[in-house]
């Protein structure tokens, strides 16, 4: 007898989003959000992560912070997830364990990063040396207040139903996470101070468009105007 050839099972979809490295508390308390696909009528763990907050406002949403210490452009918390919901409601509490449900909402996209993210590794973070107190204790710093929506995705989930559950019991402990980049705008930055005469400049990706065209017209004003010494030797050279 042939055997037949073994086929891989299928990936869950969407794909588990393990954050439990990169968020709040992750050592204490879970989180895990729970789809139910209304095609195969099959449920599984989609986002998991440390700490996370709960809203049931006019606008209910979960969401979930980065790690202490990453921020910002404007040094503000940074977020890993932003999960708007329509439906929320709360179903049980067992052992300080919360369960509620509710549905993606269908006209809200969501801010979910994909498999595998880590801000230190991603691309737009770098470690923010800016103020005094971050030049003593360099922290990570993003481009962007939460992860790019991933419209694609959201525009085959909206809708679906998700269990959010909330645990302060967490068996999960944190392995040594990736260094940080150091942050590629220090350089041109400490040149543009010494240019300016200032004691430091501050940039951002935001501005690093600005910058980069501030640059080229540097050089050729340095190209137009050569230093007087330069152009005392070239009239010697005469």
Request: proline share 11%; net charge negative.
């Given at each position: 007898?042939?055997?037949?050839?073994?086929?891989?099972?299928?990936?869950?979809?969407?794909?588990?989003?393990?954050?439990?490295?990169?968020?709040?508390?992750?050592?204490?308390?879970?989180?895990?959000?729970?789809?139910?696909?209304?095609?195969?009528?099959?449920?599984?763990?989609?986002?998991?992560?440390?700490?996370?907050?709960?809203?049931?406002?006019?606008?209910?949403?979960?969401?979930?912070?980065?790690?202490?210490?990453?921020?910002?452009?404007?040094?503000?918390?940074?977020?890993?997830?932003?999960?708007?919901?329509?439906?929320?409601?709360?179903?049980?509490?067992?052992?300080?364990?919360?369960?509620?449900?509710?549905?993606?909402?269908?006209?809200?996209?969501?801010?979910?990063?994909?498999?595998?993210?880590?801000?230190?590794?991603?691309?737009?973070?770098?470690l923010c040396d800016h103020y005094p107190i971050c030049k003593k204790d360099p922290h990570p710093?993003?481009?962007?207040?939460?992860?790019?929506?991933?419209?694609?995705?959201?525009?085959?989930?909206?809708?679906?139903?998700?269990?959010?559950?909330?645990?302060?019991?967490?068996?999960?402990?944190?392995?040594?996470?990736?260094?940080?980049?150091?942050?590629?705008?220090?350089?041109?930055?400490?040149?543009?101070?010494?240019i300016l005469g200032r004691s430091e400049v501050r940039l951002f990706k935001n501005t690093l468009?600005?910058?980069?065209?501030?640059?080229?017209?540097?050089?050729?004003?340095?190209?137009?105007?050569?230093?007087?010494?330069?152009?005392?030797?070239?009239?010697?050279?005469?």
């Amino acid at each position: 007898m042939t055997e037949k050839p073994k086929t891989e099972k299928p990936k869950p979809f969407p794909e588990l989003v393990d954050l439990r490295a990169v968020t709040r508390e992750a050592d204490r308390f879970l989180t895990q959000v729970i789809i139910h696909n209304p095609h195969t009528m099959g449920q599984h763990i989609w986002i998991q992560a440390g700490l996370s907050d709960l809203s049931k406002g006019k606008r209910p949403f979960l969401r979930i912070r980065l790690d202490y210490g990453v921020t910002d452009f404007e040094h503000d918390s940074a977020i890993a997830v932003t999960l708007p919901l329509v439906g929320l409601k709360f179903k049980s509490a067992y052992n300080g364990t919360v369960f509620a449900e509710g549905w993606i909402n269908p006209t809200e996209p969501f801010n979910v990063p994909p498999p595998g993210y880590n801000p230190a590794g991603a691309e737009g973070v770098h470690l923010c040396d800016h103020y005094p107190i971050c030049k003593k204790d360099p922290h990570p710093m993003i481009d962007n207040f939460v992860p790019p929506e991933d419209r694609e995705l959201w525009n085959k989930i909206r809708g679906w139903r998700v269990e959010i559950i909330l645990s302060p019991h967490s068996e999960w402990k944190p392995e040594k996470a990736p260094e940080p980049k150091p942050n590629p705008y220090r350089e041109v930055a400490e040149k543009l101070a010494e240019i300016l005469g200032r004691s430091e400049v501050r940039l951002f990706k935001n501005t690093l468009d600005e910058v980069e065209t501030l640059w080229v017209r540097l050089e050729e004003l340095a190209e137009e105007n050569p230093a007087p010494s330069a152009q005392a030797s070239k009239s010697d050279v005469e």
